[in-house]
């Protein structure tokens, strides 16, 4: 295929613009779904896993640092590890967080089973609202897909940056739900520049 130089341009210019509003109409779709989420993840007594397959594997495994940095017992794990018996490692009070777009992945869904048969909570992040996964979760957080946020309709781009924007918000409200605070965060970042960063912020206003 012969793609000018200008085609391409143009071409690239416009998917990072369908991406960009992929990631702003989130902010839209918030709503007391989004609340009683933030709530379940900030008042777990236990510990919250997250998990996901391909593109949204990454972005549980980021969800699952942001959280744990926040200081909440959060671990990223893969459908197949938890089918190979990490498991059995939900427990009633626990949480557990799920990224799928469509929802009808058989690996992750029967992670999910299993989790809610051992006590745990559910919550799942899809477009598909009434897929098994949804029907399998206690809270369920539907984001819908722009095809033109996709790469060629397909390829998970604007919807897997919208799971990640979705988890930054819940991550953050959470955070300041559970009260932790900028001193406790230099006291856990002792390398890199976040022990700068965090002497020149102020504590965000309520």
């Known amino acids: 295929m012969i793609i000018s130089d200008?085609?391409?341009?143009?071409?690239?210019?416009?998917?990072?613009?369908?991406e960009g509003a992929a990631v702003a109409n989130v902010a839209e779709y918030l709503d007391e779904q989004f609340?009683?989420?933030?709530?379940?993840?900030?008042?777990?007594?236990?510990?919250?896993?997250v998990t996901g397959a391909g593109t949204s594997g990454a972005m549980a495994k980021r969800l699952a640092h942001l959280l744990a940095t926040c200081g909440m017992a959060a671990f990223h794990i893969t459908p197949s590890d938890a089918l190979h018996g990490e498991a059995a490692l939900a427990a009633p009070g626990d949480v557990l967080i799920v990224f799928s777009k469509a929802g009808k992945s058989a690996d992750i869904n029967?992670?999910?089973r299993i989790c809610r048969d051992r006590g745990a909570g559910i919550l799942c992040v899809t477009a598909e609202p009434e897929s098994e996964l949804a029907q399998l979760s206690h809270l369920v957080i539907e984001l819908p897909v722009?095809?033109?946020?996709e790469g060629e309709g397909?390829?998970?781009?604007?919807s897997t940056l919208a799971h990640g924007a979705f988890g930054d918000a819940l991550t953050l409200m959470a955070k300041r739900l559970r009260g932790f605070d900028l001193a406790q965060m230099q006291q856990?970042?002792?390398?890199?520049?976040?022990?700068?960063?965090?002497?020149?912020?102020?504590?965000?206003?309520?």
């Open 35 to 49: 609340v009683r989420a933030v709530h379940m993840v900030a008042g777990c007594s236990g510990r919250i896993y």
């Open 146 to 149: 722009d095809k033109e946020g």
């Open 6 to 18: 200008d085609s391409l341009l143009t071409q690239a210019r416009a998917l990072i613009h369908a």
């Open 188 to 206: 856990t970042h002792p390398l890199g520049g976040a022990q700068e960063l965090a002497r020149n912020l102020k504590p965000a206003e309520e």
């Open 110 to 112: 029967q992670f999910a």
């Open 154 to 158: 397909l390829l998970p781009f604007g």
